[in-house]
């Protein structure tokens, strides 16, 4: 008989209670369940009352990329990623980056837009012109929500109204315009909305539907840039590979997803092992490269005129110092401490540097000799150690199989087989 999975009241049940549950569903073994207990740093309590259904804590592996300097600056950045080669590949390209004077960042005023949806309007461009009318009433009513933004200085502090055509008929959406500090900020920023809709309804006399954040993060935008001389690059040659992948990314969305993908995988590793919300940057970075109309990429490489080699990003980052699991998450807790990072645009500004490094070690790599050898030594580690490598067997089972260009685990089965005989 098929097994279900309706479970009433499975988020009542503790964690171990739920995991006989699962246990017995998906026939996980007794070792299987050992390893879920085992939640190592992150207790099983602290996960429990972060998400729900909790059982048990994921491990990913946190690295920390070195060589950084942003405006002068040194960093260590942690990142949590699963992806062989990305932390190498930062710190070298940082490394890069350093000798040629390090990178520099900017960003704006921390601003998130909270949109409200209104339809079911007569008269969508007269709703407009009556909230626009009332805005200094609607800002008094979000920031009545939350005096510790504002005795930060932030807050909601501007609203916009645009009328759009949907194939359910015109809506207004109100944008309200929250600085929010050193958060995040989709608290503050929903919560806002969510108070202001009724009296949206009130002075239009239409529905308000949705009242959230919006990902696509324009008015908080992070900008790091850095030029290197050719020298450091191995010659004008490798400058030219690297403006010629630049250009094929900027003209093709293809290939412009695979680039800003390279770039997010610094991102969203330092994200995640922050505790911010990595798929709020995911989200706003590429809905950022499709803004005019067109997807595209969020970073650029360029020869200037000494055949040297310059680079830029610019990107939305939403990233907070407080709320969500940056706090609660005892290693989230720790990353940010390696980070030593002020505030929230401090961190933005590190974020957009990370991201640049790591897309110029992958285009550098590409335009190149290809990523496939670094990336297969790596690859190759973990597959010694899903075919039972263990200790420094790893490392030899590894290179034997990058040496014969057979990354697989059945020849690392045999390699260890035949390491063993050896030992013996
Ligand atoms: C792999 O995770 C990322 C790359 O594909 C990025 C790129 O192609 O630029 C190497």
Redesign the pocket.
Known sequence: MAKSSEVSGFYKLLPKERLSIVKDFAGLTEEEIKLLENTGSLPMDVADHMVENVIGVFPEPLGVAVNFQVNGKDYLIPMATE?PSVIAAASHAAKIVRDGGGFRTSSTTPIMIGQIQVVKLKDAEAAKEQVLSAKAEILKKANDQDPVLNSFGGGAKDLDARVIETTMGQMLIVHLYVDCRDAMGANAVNTMAEAVAPMIEQLTGGHVYLRIISNLAVKRLAKAWCTIPKEALGGEAVVDGIAYASAFAAADPYRAA??N??AM?GIVAVVLATGNDHRAIEAGAHAYAALNGKYTIISKWTKNKNGDLDGEIELPMAVGLIGGAVKTHPIAHIAMKILNVKSANEFAEVLAAVGLAQNLA??RA?ANEG?QRGHMSLHARNIAVIAGAKGDIVDKVASQMVKERKVRVDRAKEIIEKLKIEEF
């Open positions: 992806e695979t680039h993908k390279g995988n992958a285009l590409l990523i």
